[in-house]
C-alpha cells in the first residue's frame, strides 16, 4: 500500500533550546540531532514519534524516539495520526 507522509503522521515544532536542558533537569528526556542531551521537568509527546533533523549537518536523519520526551527546536516531530496505526504498520 502506497501512502503520503502526510496522511500517517503529523508534524510538529519545538521551541526548546540546548542551552535550556542545561538549566533545567527533570525526568524526562530531551533528544537532539546528536542523540539525548538531558532531562527537563516536562515533556512534548505522550506517545512514541519520529524526529527529524530541520536544521545544520545532519539534516533529514531521523530517529524513533519514546513517548514522554521531546526534542530541540533543531528537530521536528513526525507523530504518528490514527491512520497510521490502523495500517498496522507500527514499530515494535
Known amino acids: 500500500m502506497r501512502v503520503k507522509l502526510k496522511d500517517v503522521c ?9 542551552s535550556d536542558i542545561l538549566s533545567i533537569g527533570g525526568t524526562y528526556p530531551v533528544y537532539g540531532a546528536s542523540g539525548y542531551l538531558g532531562n527537563i521537568d516536562s515533556y512534548h509527546q505522550d506517545k512514541p514519534y519520529i524526529a527529524v533533523v530541520k536544521d545544520g549537518a545532519g539534516i533529514g536523519r531521523t530517529t524513533i524516539l519514546p513517548p514522554k ?23 515494535h
Open 69 to 91: 520526551s521531546s526534542v530541540i527546536g533543531t528537530m521536528q516531530y513526525l507523530i504518528p495520526n490514527d491512520t497510521f496505526n490502523k495500517t498496522g504498520y507500527r514499530h
Open 10 to 18: 503529523e508534524k510538529a515544532t519545538s521551541n526548546l533550546k540546548q
